[in-house]
């Protein structure tokens, strides 16, 4: 699953593949959208919107390629005439410039809309931490409308932020020292936490090794994927469980039940 920084980082690598060039090649593999087709068009410019991936084509009035990598979506860019690294029948998107191939693979979603269409389809996102309008009051405010739900779920819930994903809401808990199923209101120190989800991302950004830990070589993160090593910080066996809710699919959950213990919980 994709965090905010991995689709920044692609929206800037196809940004810098594909804007101002015009396309010579247009192979949407989607059966709804796959009549469409851009050759001869120019691409104006690609922009990520939190986990989502905006490819804006034609002018103002014309067109978005909508994608979001979902679990196992990734792009690659390749040089004219290099050979793919992915098997092609993966391939849901390819557009090529006279000098470059942009390939979606295995990608989770894809839609083709109108411009004026961008606001309806990723409108209802929060504040994009990664995004020009990043706005940490706003982010506050929505984690906060919902005091009784789970930090663990608030997190994840793009319409709060736009930009974490599960590694990222394992993590934050873990440095907020939080057990995951705190509840928001309960959280000690939340402002702090939206801060430092701004900063982890900006920090991951620009480069492939994603690290919290401020480690880039050895261990990189403190819970996250540790269920067999234990707690990076005091050793503990890491606690992996699945945690989702009726409108965000299941997914692992790590935590350190020393480190972030369940206070309130454990009382009720
Ligand atoms: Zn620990």
New binding site residues.
């Given amino acids: 699953m994709p965090e905010g920084d991995t689709v920044w980082r692609a929206a800037r690598e196809l940004n810098a593949a594909l804007a101002g060039r015009t396309l010579t090649r247009c192979d949407i593999r989607v059966p709804k959208f796959a009549t469409v087709d851009f050759t001869g068009e120019t691409v104006q410019n690609v922009v990520a919107r939190g986990k989502h991936l905006l490819i804006r084509v034609g002018g103002d009035d014309g067109w978005t390629i909508h994608s979001h990598l979902k679990m196992e979506g990734l792009w690659h860019i390749y040089a004219k005439g290099a050979k793919w690294r992915r098997p092609a029948f993966k391939a849901r998107c390819i557009l090529e410039t006279p000098d470059a191939a942009a390939v979606g693979f295995e990608l989770g979603f894809l839609k083709v809309l109108p411009r004026s269409g961008e606001e309806e389809a990723v409108g209802y996102l929060g504040p994009d931490l990664l995004g020009p309008d990043w706005d940490p009051e706003e982010a506050l405010r929505r984690l906060s409308s919902q005091p009784d739900r789970p930090i663990g779920l608030a997190l994840l819930d793009q319409r709060n932020l736009a930009g974490i994903g599960n590694v990222y809401r394992c993590e934050l808990c ?1 440095l907020a020292g939080a057990h995951p199923l705190t509840p928001v209101a309960e959280v000690k120190n939340l402002p702090r936490m939206v801060t430092l989800a701004k900063k982890l991302l900006e920090a991951n950004k620009a480069r492939s090794t994603r690290a919290t830990t401020g480690n880039l070589r050895g261990d990189t993160l ?2 996250y994927g540790r269920e067999h090593r ?7 066996r ?1 606690t992996l469980e699945q945690l989702g809710d009726n409108e965000l699919e299941l997914r692992d959950l790590y935590y ?5 213990p369940a206070s309130t919980l454990a009382a009720e």
């Fill in positions: 873990f403190w819970v234990g707690c990076l910080r005091c050793g503990t890491v350190c039940p020393y480190c972030q």
